[in-house]
């Protein structure tokens, strides 16, 4: 009796690709910025043993993979899912000087820069910081995000919510949590420049 072949019999399957662990291993920890001794500290595995396991040398149990993901603050699927690749987007806007977009208010005169690129996920700026007290501003300012502040020119005294003021002369820098009340008034002779960065 002639048994029927089937119909995908001799068909050629895609071959699947095998599971490289310690490749997506190594993006996750280099996504977090940690070196293998910070990984190692985080996770409770030894160095030589994150080391072995990135190289392919040995396959983690699976008591590793749950101090792994523990450590790394990530769920176990993350150790398995493909790392994502990065493309670049070739977005670049220069601002020369002097050519921001003007932006005054009561207590600041900033200079908005890159303003021809949307959806940024920083916005720079540069302010002439026009306030001399803190009674200068009717309430705290407060919004979304994070901040960076250099002094380019001058002084100023830094206030905030939790912390005591401050006084930043040129090239001091603050970096703070913008949902945190603040506020900056000149303490020179002249309106201190500064240099602004805000980060959604």
Do not use: C
Not at 55 to 81: R, V, W, Y
Not at 101 to 110: L, N, S, V
Not at 170 to 179: I, K, L
Request: hydrophobic share 40%.
């Amino acid at each position: 009796m002639q048994v029927e072949r089937s119909q995908h019999e001799g068909e050629a399957r895609e071959p699947i690709a095998p599971l490289r662990l310690g490749p997506r291993l190594k993006a996750v920890r280099v996504g977090l910025g940690l070196t293998l001794e910070e990984a190692s500290q985080r996770t409770g595995l030894a160095r030589s043993t994150l080391s072995k396991i990135e190289n392919e040398q040995i396959s983690p149990t699976f008591q590793a993979m749950q101090k792994l993901a523990h450590g790394l603050n990530i769920d176990i699927p993350q150790l398995f899912a493909p790392p994502k690749k990065r493309q670049a987007t070739g977005r670049r806007d220069v601002t020369f000087a002097g050519q921001g977009k003007a932006h005054p208010t009561g207590t600041y005169e900033h200079e908005l820069l890159a303003t021809q690129l949307s959806n940024k996920k920083m916005m720079p700026f540069k302010s002439r910081v026009r306030a001399r007290a803190f009674e200068d501003y009717s309430d705290w300012i407060r919004h979304d995000g994070e901040e960076f502040l250099l002094v380019l020119e001058g002084s100023i005294q830094f206030f905030s919510e939790f912390y005591e003021a401050i006084t930043l002369n040129e090239g001091d820098s603050v970096y703070y949590d913008a949902t945190m009340g603040h506020m900056l008034a000149s303490v020179s002779d002249a309106d201190a420049l500064i240099l602004w960065v805000t980060a959604s």
